[in-house]
């Protein structure tokens, strides 16, 4: 089974500049997680999607926002980037029932911003 | 606010000899905890697990063990091997928070020399 995969792996923007990021899930995984890591806050959960819906958030600013698709392919967007934007985003996939299953991560795209 | 965290950004360890690696948290909400080994440019790769209603779980060289009253969960690595050398996160999840919101620490860097 081929594995969580992300677009683009690298990508500079400026300040300003909006940026989306994709994610395909595992095939047959319905959930999608989106993590932020940064060498002060290590790694930071921004959001889930499960069956086209936000499950559940975490503590970001509305700039960051998602979507996901149909196939569960998953988008992240980054509206007004800022400086303190720049970090490796990862995507994580997960089947999405209620037991605690194991989330699969994707090799992440490394965003900078300047 | 750091719920989960790992004191030791570097651990070195000799081949052959055990790796033990520490994780404290302050929710006691979490009820359910999480290894990860990261190697460079790569994705976080799942590793083991354990629910808070066990002490300790086994899975080949690694076993991790929990202690839930004093918030601390330990990653035992036996024998540790060359390959074994990655950044290790521990992470944990609360079923109110949503089982895929993993809240991460900061990593240890585990080198294990020759």
């Excluded at chain 1, 934007?85 to 490394?110: I, K, M, V």
Aim: net charge positive; hydrophobic share 30%.
């Amino acid at each position: 089974k081929a594995g969580v995969t992300q677009t683009p792996r690298y990508l500079i923007k400026t300040r300003g500049q909006q940026v989306t990021l994709s994610c395909s899930p595992i095939s047959g995984h319905r959930s999608v997680s989106w993590y932020q890591q940064t060498p002060g806050q290590g790694l930071q959960f921004l959001f889930e999607y499960f069956s086209e819906t936000q499950r559940n958030k975490g503590n970001f600013p509305g700039r960051f926002s998602g979507r996901q698709f149909s196939n569960s392919r998953s988008e992240m967007n980054v509206s007004t980037l800022e400086l303190g934007d720049s970090a490796l985003y990862l995507c994580a996939s997960s089947l999405g029932g209620d037991a605690r299953e194991t989330q699969y991560f994707g090799p992440g795209t490394r965003l900078l911003v300047l | 606010d750091q719920q989960v965290k790992q004191n030791s950004p570097s651990l070195s360890v000799q081949e052959g000899r055990i790796s033990i690696l520490n994780c404290d948290y302050t929710n006691s909400m979490f009820d359910y905890f999480l290894w990860y080994k990261k190697y460079p440019a790569e994705g976080p790769t799942f590793l083991i697990s354990i629910s808070s209603i066990k002490d300790k779980n086994e899975d080949g060289r690694f076993t991790v063990f929990l202690n839930k009253s004093a918030k601390h969960l330990s990653l035992h690595i036996v024998p540790s091997q060359p390959g074994d050398s990655a950044v290790y996160f521990c992470a944990a999840s609360a079923e109110q928070t949503g089982a895929n919101n993993l809240f991460f620490g900061t990593g240890t860097r585990l080198t294990v020399i020759p």
